[in-house]
């Protein structure tokens, strides 16, 4: 059975006696011919394992799908961390920088937080009027000169530096030269600018800020005259600057996928904008705590406050959000200032207790116990407290 095809040729010739033959070509087709048989039942080997590998995979799916409607947001897992940052009164350097579960240290005691895919920008309020990024270690400056920073309007930066609720897309005005201010495009994942547009000197090109209203992936949204909404947009892509319309914008938020529209039916609501306010209005959305649910209740300036419904713009069905279990404080407001992701959101409430929700499910979670007394904790978004 060990013998080889050489020897059982040879055992042949020697039995059959002298015959003039070359072996030697015979013996390799005859090997190559064997080794081509034996790759051929190891193929049909492997294609038949394949073939059940594939069969098993295809059952689970179909398994785990079920018979009903698939409803399911198209990123299940948060793409964005949530950023926060810490302050203790009296102690140097200022702002500590939650990045997920890494800390940044910013050593700039007054900035303001703006969140991308890819990292959070902030601003400092020295002369130079800085914009930094940091992907959760040593942030770099990408910008300067930013329009109404300056250290007596630390606290009114809100809408000096604005991203995308989804993307990497950031911008501001810079103000190098005062008198024709440029808007930058940057972007986050390649850590370069994209664009930059000089403008005329608008007069909203004011001490706090220079005309941002909003920014999406492929736009931002501009006011030259400090109305009640954008009158320009900037198109990314094309590099162009051309005159809008708040209606524009209107549609435009009503079509995102990671907004809220306020109201008793999707048709008649009215979107709420970066800041959680209502676009036709000074309300500002918050989500009180009624037992166990947060109702979205609408507040004004006159602390008068409605209750209403909020409806999702990527499913337009209307929220049903339920404090964490065991979550006991009563008598607080929550506020949203992050998403996740298309279906997850985060929300600031009572002693500074942050929580996400899944807008598909109404579950909350909380994510970040407040701080200790004496430490202030500030989110993107939102204005330096005081």
């Known amino acids: 059975m060990n013998e080889t095809l050489r020897d059982a040729f040879a055992r042949e010739l020697d039995a059959a006696g002298r015959i003039d033959v070359d072996v030697a070509p015979l013996v390799d087709r005859g090997e190559t011919r064997l080794r ?30 079920g018979d009903g409607p698939v409803n399911h947001p198209p990123h299940p897992v948060p ?12 102690i140097v350097p200022g702002h500590i920088v939650h990045f997920g579960d890494l800390v940044v240290e910013t050593g700039d005691n007054h900035l303001h937080l703006d969140v991308t ?25 990408v910008g300067t000169h930013v329009c109404g920073v300056s250290p007596n309007s630390a606290n009114f930066l ?10 990497s897309t950031a911008a501001w005005f810079d103000c190098t030269h005062p008198a024709r201010p440029t808007l930058v495009v940057f972007d986050s994942s390649s850590l370069h600018v994209v664009a930059r547009q000089p403008v005329p000197s608008w007069p909203s090109c004011g001490r706090y800020a220079c005309g941002l209203v909003d920014v999406t992936s492929d736009s931002v949204y501009l006011d030259s005259m400090g109305g009640p909404g954008p009158d320009h ?8 600057l051309r005159a809008s319309t708040p209606q524009e914008y209107l549609e435009g938020l009503r079509n995102r996928p990671r907004g809220l529209v306020l109201g008793e039916d999707w048709q008649s609501g009215t979107p709420i904008d970066r800041d959680g306010r209502l676009v036709a209005g000074d309300a500002a959305l918050d989500f009180a705590a009624v037992g166990s649910r947060l109702v979205p209740v609408l507040s004004d300036d006159t602390d008068h406050h409605h209750v209403t419904s909020a409806f999702n713009t990527a499913t337009r069905r209307v ?36 929580v996400t929700c899944r807008l598909s499910t109404g579950r909350c979670v909380l994510a970040v116990p407040g701080p200790p007394a004496g430490t202030v904790r500030l989110v993107p978004t939102f204005p330096l407290p005081g």
Request: no cysteine; aromatic share 10%.
């Open 233 to 240: 947009r900037f198109d990314v892509r094309a590099d162009r």
């Open 158 to 167: 809100t809408h000096a530096v604005m991203t995308a609720n989804s993307g």
């Open 36 to 65: 081509h048989r034996r790759l051929a039942a190891l193929a049909g080997s492997v294609a038949a394992v394949v073939l059940v590998v594939a069969a098993g995979v295809l059952a689970g799916q179909s398994a785990d799908r």
């Open 79 to 90: 793409t964005r961390k949530i950023v926060y940052a810490e302050h203790k009164a009296g």
């Open 319 to 354: 929220l049903h959000l339920r404090l964490p279990a065991g979550y006991h404080e009563t008598d607080v407001a929550f506020r949203l200032f992050e998403w996740l992701d298309d279906d997850t959101v985060a929300l600031i409430g009572g002693g500074a207790d942050i």
């Open 117 to 141: 895919d890819d990292g959070f920008l902030y601003t400092d309020h020295t002369r130079q009027g800085g914009v930094w990024f940091s992907d959760g270690y040593a942030p770099v400056r």
